[in-house]
């Protein structure tokens, strides 16, 4: 009898709050450990519990930097877990970076709530602080792409180029199970076959078991060649009105992506110049580390010739970089036209958060949404068209215009998913996880007319055996 399952706790049928736990005969390993993001009240108390004893972890995979994937291990090694924690070393060195802005975040935001809303004493508390996350850092054992490790006797893994985000990786699992074995692959997320800073995704073979996100499952993206022209029009309305351009972005990737964008149009003349300011110190350290080991990583070839030739593809004259909150707060009372690149992408906490305030309800000025907004967000209610938002809890109208451009996405869409999960073909069964359940619906019928078998979508809490 098998003692291998798999318990999904987290990014089924939503996306976010990625948490998977492999139970095999020598222990518990888990997949991520991911911070769920929607409205204040559902995601605290959802981030407030695991579903398992954190204690009985042995050991975590971490597939990449982003919060949704690592943003409760600060929790997770407060509340018991004393396990090894492994990633590639891009994502080592950028998790340090998140996790200590989610610590300050998570103060800051809980302490501005309380402040404002102390007349009718609702206050919050932060999900976890600094100290919390230093606790989970201290467990980091970065580890090569391609490389084995075990992370569990009987378990033998490697991380492979999952061309999402600057260090993210497929985890390839050799499991034990008494006299068998099997493999068992992980994608975190998917990158794009064509992105635009990072290499295609590696494409793992002798899979049994698949567990796959399935974010834009059903949709295709714009080509990324059209993201250029796009901005530029942006740019030239912003110039033309004198108004401010605020872009949520996450720190990670979609930042610097847009900048390099900027880079490529600014030099080649193909938009008028307009003061950039990137207002987020974790956007800002974490551009430094793309600019610092460019060479390091797996990066795309026609990224890397563009680097090479412009020097500086994240640096021009016209980007100021801003990590002061003085700074930060002086771009209120500064005049447009500017673009104002500030995270969080989804509009969930930080700076962003104030630049809305201030601008969303002037019709001169644009929000420009570039990134995926899950259900629940405040992003995603600007991009509904919500004529009245609520920011810190208190009522804003929305008179700016709100653009939406998907093409940024650092995920693989419907086509990207199902060609790699036809080039990966997993001889007993796939798992749709990261997707919301019209994207998993999507793409199971797109799977399934492939001759895919055994694609099921997990439920929260559900657990399968693996035999
Ligand atoms: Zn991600």
């Not at 954190?54 to 949704?68: G, K, M, N, T």
């Not at 700074?327 to 009372?333: D, F, R, Y």
Request: with cysteine; charged share 25%; hydrophobic share 40%.
């Amino acid at each position: 009898m098998s003692k291998t399952s798999i318990s999904f706790y987290g990014a089924a049928g939503e996306v976010t709050g990625s948490r998977h736990l492999l139970q095999t005969e020598n222990g518990s390993l888990l997949l991520d450990c991911g911070m769920f993001q929607g409205h204040r009240s559902d995601a605290q108390k959802k981030n407030r519990e695991f579903s398992f004893p954190p204690a009985s972890v042995d050991a975590v995979l971490l597939s990449h930097a982003h919060i949704d994937h690592c943003g409760l291990l600060p929790s997770l090694y407060r509340d018991g877990c004393d396990g090894p924690l492994y990633a590639t070393r891009g994502t080592a060195e950028i998790t340090g970076i998140m996790l200590a802005d989610s610590a300050r975040l998570q103060v800051g935001d809980a302490q501005f709530f309380n402040k404002i809303h102390a007349a009718e004493k609702l206050t919050i508390e932060p999900l976890y602080d600094e100290e919390d996350a230093k606790r989970a850092l201290a467990h980091l054992r970065p580890v090569d792409y391609d490389s084995a490790f075990e992370p569990l006797p009987g378990v033998t893994a490697r991380f492979l180029n999952a061309g999402h985000v600057m260090g993210s990786a497929i985890s390839q699992l050799d499991i034990r199970d008494g006299e068998k074995s099997l493999r068992l692959v992980y994608t975190g997320d998917l990158g794009r076959q064509e992105g635009l800073l990072m290499e295609t995704p590696s494409v793992p073979a002798g899979v049994d078991y698949l567990v796959v996100e399935s974010t834009y499952g059903g949709r295709t993206h714009e080509k990324l060649a059209d993201a250029a022209e796009k901005l530029a029009e942006v740019i030239k309305r912003a110039i033309r009105n004198n108004g401010k351009v605020v872009i949520p972005s996450f720190a990670l990737e979609r930042t610097q992506e847009i900048v390099f964008i900027l880079d490529r149009l600014f030099r080649d003349g193909l938009a008028p110049e307009i003061p950039v300011y990137v207002d987020s110190p974790m956007a800002v350290s974490l551009t430094e580390i793309f600019h610092k080991r460019r060479d390091d990583f797996s990066f795309d070839d026609k990224f890397l010739a563009y680097a090479k030739m412009d020097g500086d593809p994240f640096g021009f004259d016209y980007i100021h970089y801003v990590r002061a909150k003085e700074e930060s707060q002086a771009l209120n009372n500064r005049k447009g036209p500017m673009l104002i690149i500030s995270a969080s992408g989804m509009c969930e906490g930080g700076r962003v958060l104030h630049h809305l305030r201030n601008n969303i309800g002037d019709s001169e000025n644009i929000v420009l949404l570039v990134g995926y907004q899950a259900q629940g967000t405040l992003g995603r209610r600007l991009q509904e068209g919500q004529k009245k938002v609520k920011i810190f809890g208190l009522e804003h109208e929305v008179a700016a215009s709100i653009e939406t451009m998907h093409v940024f996405s650092s995920h693989a869409d419907n086509g990207d998913l199902v060609a790699f999960v036809k080039a990966v073909n997993p001889a007993r069964g796939v798992f749709l996880v990261h997707g919301e359940p019209e994207a998993r619906a999507a793409l199971t019928a797109a799977l399934t007319a492939e001759g895919i078998k055994n694609v099921r979508s997990p439920a929260m809490g559900e657990t399968f055996d693996l035999d």
